[in-house]
Nanobody, 120 residues
Framework: QVRLAEFGGTTVKSGGSLRLSCEAS?????MGWFRQRPGEERKGIVT???????DYADAFRGRFTVYRDIASSSMYLQMNNLELDDTAIYYC?????????????????WGQGTQVTVSS
């Protein structure tokens, strides 16, 4: 059984940066970051496999960067130049198999989410 926990959500000024962390117990081969804005469906940001293969959604490429520390079963999301529209609950997700796109339904394990609020 995989358990995931996100850390680092807070309120940050527009244009600022923030790094989120996800700690995993168990070993999900594929991990990813997703977010859910108020009134919207959960959407994929990026996935990273245990082999280092990374898949970004186009909307986040360049501003967001994922890192993974296999030894500590941790994953990080560095978010730069944050915008008001980045306000959302950010979730860490995982699956045992290889990464299979950015659709939430492909992921079996989820953290509880961490709130990121971008203020003007």
């Amino acid at each position: 059984q995989v358990r995931l926990a996100e850390f680092g959500g807070t309120t940050v000024k527009s244009g600022g940066s923030l790094r989120l962390s996800c700690e995993a117990s168990g070993y999900p081969f594929c991990m990813g970051w997703f977010r859910q804005r108020p009134g919207e469906e959960r959407k994929g940001i990026v996935t990273i496999g245990g082999d280092g293969t990374v898949d970004y959604a186009d909307a986040f490429r360049g501003r967001f960067t994922v890192y993974r520390d296999i030894a500590s079963s941790s994953m990080y999301l560095q978010m730069n130049n944050l915008e008001l529209d980045d306000t959302a609950i950010y979730y860490c997700a995982g699956r045992y198999g290889g990464c299979d796109g950015l659709l939430p339904r492909s992921y079996s394990f989820w953290g509880q989410g961490t709130q990121v609020t971008v203020s003007s």
